[in-house]
């Protein structure tokens, strides 16, 4: 065989490892055929390329803004990225254009001035070609500085250096994308980056089932946090899960994950003392992040997956032993109490105490992407995507009872697209004292025919259902 050839098929192996067991869930959502023309864009091209115009400085009337139109044709991963921030008077959000012609894809950042009413655009950086796949899509961060950072490209990153981390730049100036940093990588690999920053200004990212902090002064450590089969690498069946940080804690969930969609169980652990060790939920289990979680048995189920076994941990972790899918998200209640929703059944979990308890929000909603939120004044907020009775349907939820009752909204009905479709949500106030915003980041296509086609990234900011 001759060279050339045999680098073709190694290089169509790996891909088809990343791609047929990748570590974030990608779902597949039913294909409508009806069609939606009420988009509508409300921007207008400046004389320069790089900054568009908003008709309106707020979009309160739930129509979407249409930012852009080169987006990643997928969408299935980025809702599992850490997605809109809202720092200094400012919205900052992160996308992956489509394909270039060599495959490989650029990084944009956004970022929307309330003062001025503009939102403008920077190319953040080029994710080499390493597959076609969602995963190399941008989370996006503001520090304790106002600094902003972007970390993409962690199948570029892991195929193509030997520092198996997702790159990242840092803007040059606080609360501005007008320029970068030299690109730079997280030492230990991760996909569908997730976290934030702790009250000492540490960065904390979670990912693959691995853990990696960098602290005030830029050094990393990093540590594959829970064992599992794959010891938490690339291209083999990772987790479903979700990071918050709230109050100086960290919380983790987490779902042994197949790479098609199905998980098993449902667990969680927290760190107060900025990741060194970790607990349950109610701190009777413990382990330090040196040593990780080990799994207590592995179960070869051929109906999960044909090769691997999925890991079972102490039952001291566990929120559920049901299956998983989706994207559960955490939250902390006024009174202190951890939540978890899932989007299984749609249900929300609570620890009461003593145990976990759930309660279905609604039993008719069959949502595939979920994020929860607690307002500063104790509102739980949640937004979905999920299959309406004619069209793809984007829905609030709001909670004033601790999640005993709830408000429905419908924001959008947001009509047929070809493939997966990404919702991401981020929430803040503009400037100190003013109300809580939501901002949702929408990617997907419509009407469209062509295999690859570009999705649109749209946008939508409003203040949180009173």
Same mark, same amino acid.
């Given at each position: 065989m001759?060279?050339?050839?045999?680098?073709?098929?190694?290089?169509?192996?790996?891909f088809?490892?990343?791609?047929?067991?990748?570590?974030?869930s990608?779902?597949?959502?039913k294909?409508?055929?009806?069609s939606?023309?009420?988009?509508?864009?409300?921007?207008?091209? *400046?004389s320069t390329?790089?900054?568009?115009?908003?008709?309106?400085p707020?979009?309160?009337?739930?129509?979407?803004? =249409?930012?852009?139109?080169?987006?990643?044709?997928?969408?299935?991963?980025?809702?599992?990225?850490?997605?809109?921030?809202?720092?200094?008077?400012?919205?900052? =959000?992160?996308? $992956?254009? @489509?394909? @270039?012609?060599?495959?490989?894809h @650029?990084?944009y950042a $956004?970022m929307?001035?309330?003062?001025?009413?503009?939102?403008?655009k &920077?190319?953040?950086?080029?994710?080499?070609?390493?597959?076609?796949?969602g995963?190399?899509?941008?989370?996006?961060y503001?520090?304790? &500085?106002?600094?902003?950072?972007?970390?993409?490209?962690?199948?570029?990153?892991?195929?193509l250096?030997?520092?198996?981390?997702?790159?990242?730049?840092v803007?040059?100036?606080?609360? %501005?994308?007008?320029?970068?940093?030299?690109?730079?990588?997280?030492?230990?690999? $991760?996909?569908?980056? @997730?976290g934030?920053?702790?009250?000492?200004?540490s960065l904390h990212?979670m990912?693959?089932?691995?853990?990696?902090?960098?602290?005030p002064?830029?050094?990393?450590?990093?540590?594959n946090?829970?064992k599992?089969?794959?010891?938490?690498?690339?291209?083999?069946?990772?987790?479903i899960?979700?990071?918050l /940080?709230h109050?100086?804690?960290?919380?983790?969930?987490?779902?042994?994950?197949n790479?098609?969609?199905a998980?098993?169980?449902?667990y969680?652990?927290?760190?107060? *003392?900025?990741?060194?060790?970790w607990?349950?939920?109610?701190?009777?289990?413990?382990?330090?992040?040196a040593?990780?979680?080990?799994t %207590?048995?592995t179960i070869?189920?051929?109906?999960?997956?044909?090769?691997?076994?999925?890991?079972?941990y *102490?039952?001291?972790?566990?929120?559920h032993?049901?299956?998983?899918?989706?994207?559960?998200?955490?939250?902390?209640?006024?009174?202190?109490?951890?939540?978890?929703? *899932?989007?299984?059944?749609?249900?929300?979990?609570?620890?009461?105490?003593t145990?976990?308890?759930?309660?279905?929000v609604?039993?008719?909603?069959?949502?595939f992407?979920? %994020?929860?939120?607690?307002?500063?004044?104790?509102k /739980?907020?949640?937004?979905?995507?999920?299959?309406?009775?004619t069209?793809?349907?984007?829905?609030?939820?709001?909670?004033?009872?601790n999640?005993? %009752?709830?408000q429905?909204?419908?924001?959008?009905a947001?009509?047929?697209?070809?493939?997966?479709t990404?919702?991401?949500?981020?929430?803040?106030?503009?400037?100190?004292?003013?109300p809580e915003?939501?901002?949702l980041?929408?990617?997907?296509?419509?009407?469209?025919?062509?295999?690859?086609?570009?999705s649109?990234? $749209?946008?939508?900011?409003?203040p949180i &259902?009173?």
């Amino acid at each position: 065989m001759k060279k050339a050839a045999y680098w073709t098929l190694i290089a169509g192996f790996c891909f088809f490892l990343i791609l047929g067991y990748s570590n974030c869930s990608e779902f597949k959502p039913k294909t409508d055929p009806q069609s939606d023309s009420n988009l509508n864009s409300g921007l207008e091209l *400046d004389s320069t390329p790089q900054v568009l115009l908003v008709t309106s400085p707020i979009i309160e009337n739930l129509q979407l803004q =249409i930012l852009a139109k080169d987006g990643w044709y997928g969408g299935a991963t980025e809702f599992q990225h850490s997605g809109p921030v809202i720092a200094n008077g400012k919205i900052f =959000i992160a996308y $992956m254009a @489509n394909d @270039n012609a060599d495959r490989s894809h @650029n990084i944009y950042a $956004m970022m929307y001035d309330y003062i001025n009413g503009k939102w403008t655009k &920077s190319l953040v950086a080029v994710a080499a070609a390493s597959g076609n796949d969602g995963h190399n899509a941008p989370s996006i961060y503001v520090g304790p &500085s106002g600094f902003v950072e972007v970390f993409y490209g962690s199948l570029s990153a892991y195929l193509l250096t030997k520092n198996p981390g997702p790159f990242y730049k840092v803007s040059t100036k606080p609360y %501005s994308i007008e320029s970068w940093e030299t690109e730079q990588n997280v030492p230990i690999a $991760m996909n569908c980056i @997730n976290g934030g920053y702790t009250t000492d200004g540490s960065l904390h990212l979670m990912g693959n089932l691995n853990h990696a902090k960098r602290t005030p002064d830029g050094v990393w450590t990093s540590t594959n946090l829970i064992k599992g089969t794959n010891g938490g690498a690339l291209g083999l069946p990772g987790a479903i899960q979700d990071t918050l /940080i709230h109050n100086g804690v960290i919380y983790f969930v987490w779902s042994p994950y197949n790479g098609n969609g199905a998980g098993r169980r449902l667990y969680l652990i927290k760190s107060t *003392d900025n990741g060194k060790t970790w607990t349950n939920i109610n701190g009777t289990a413990s382990f330090s992040a040196a040593t990780g979680l080990n799994t %207590s048995t592995t179960i070869l189920d051929p109906n999960w997956h044909s090769t691997f076994p999925y890991p079972v941990y *102490d039952d001291k972790y566990v929120i559920h032993k049901e299956n998983e899918g989706g994207n559960p998200t955490i939250g902390v209640l006024k009174d202190g109490t951890v939540v978890v929703l *899932d989007s299984v059944l749609f249900r929300l979990w609570k620890w009461n105490g003593t145990t976990w308890v759930s309660t279905r929000v609604n039993s008719n909603e069959n949502p595939f992407e979920t %994020s929860l939120h607690v307002a500063a004044d104790g509102k /739980i907020v949640i937004h979905i995507t999920t299959f309406g009775p004619t069209y793809y349907e984007i829905v609030e939820y709001t909670s004033r009872d601790n999640g005993t %009752s709830w408000q429905r909204q419908l924001l959008k009905a947001i009509g047929p697209e070809q493939k997966n479709t990404a919702l991401e949500v981020g929430f803040g106030a503009p400037f100190q004292g003013q109300p809580e915003r939501a901002l949702l980041q929408w990617s997907g296509r419509f009407n469209q025919v062509q295999t690859l086609p570009p999705s649109e990234i $749209m946008f939508l900011d409003r203040p949180i &259902s009173k």
